[in-house]
């Protein structure tokens, strides 16, 4: 069966111009002008194709949404942002891949193979009680569930969604709160502390998040532990 690729972009130039090259090796495609109707055809997609400037809001928030939310279907951005601030933000945000326009429509291709190809691989096994259900915003450690605050599940689940992934501050004030917030390190490392302090008392798994010292936080892996 074809891979379904979403692609997100309001030039129709553009957006039908990828879907024809898309469907001519072998995928299969449809087309979003904005996030409203992203937001409705991405559940029959495998992977999206995301502009980040989009008439109804800002891809990069979309990134986040979707990750929140629990959905890991693969999202490559396609963007005329260039700086290495604005690619550093969506990969940290959840993209998969970045490619900048003007582009080459073989290079698209190439890229959403590589990326379906990477993620076909098995990620690492968390070995703890730690359970996130992102649609109802239920934290459990065991059996006992955790008493987070918005804040608090949004740190949890950023640092669950890659195990053994090293964030560092920045990448997590970014994820959680966004740009344009004055948060400091000083506050992100508070609320490790919080829920280390849940964590320890729901299941004794206070080293569930563990601190590499001068870069940031992490999940530990079944393999950290062994």
Not at 3 to 14: F, G, K, N, Q, R
Not at 116 to 143: F, I, K, M, W, Y
Not at 146 to 157: G, H, I, K, N
Request: aromatic letters at 6%; glycine letters at 6%.
């Amino acid at each position: 069966m074809a891979t379904s690729v979403l692609i997100v972009e309001d030039e129709p130039a553009i957006a039908e111009s990828v879907a024809y090259f898309l469907e001519r090796e072998g995928f299969t495609a449809s087309i979003a002008l904005n996030l409203a109707e992203a937001r409705r055809l991405i559940d029959r997609c495998q992977l999206v194709v995301l502009d980040l400037m989009l008439p109804d809001g800002s891809g990069q928030h979309f990134i986040v949404e979707q990750r929140q939310h629990g959905r890991a279907t693969p999202i490559i951005v396609l963007s005329s942002r260039d700086a290495e601030t604005d690619r550093v933000a969506a990969l940290d945000a959840g993209a998969d891949d970045y490619i900048n326009k003007p582009f080459s429509p073989r290079e698209v291709t190439a890229r959403i193979r590589a990326v379906l190809r990477r993620l076909g691989r098995p990620r690492p096994r968390v070995d703890s009680p730690l359970q996130l259900d992102r649609s109802t915003r239920l934290a459990h450690c065991g059996e006992r569930e955790l008493p987070l605050t918005r804040v608090e599940f949004d740190l949890l689940a950023a640092l669950a969604n890659q195990p053994g992934r090293v964030y560092t501050r920045a990448q997590l004030i970014e994820i959680v709160w966004g740009s344009g917030f004055a948060i400091t390190d000083r506050t992100v490392d508070s609320h490790i502390k919080a829920l280390r302090y849940k964590l320890a008392k729901a299941a004794d798994q206070a080293h569930l998040i563990e601190t590499v010292r001068g870069v940031g936080y992490r999940i530990r892996t079944a393999e950290r532990h062994s």
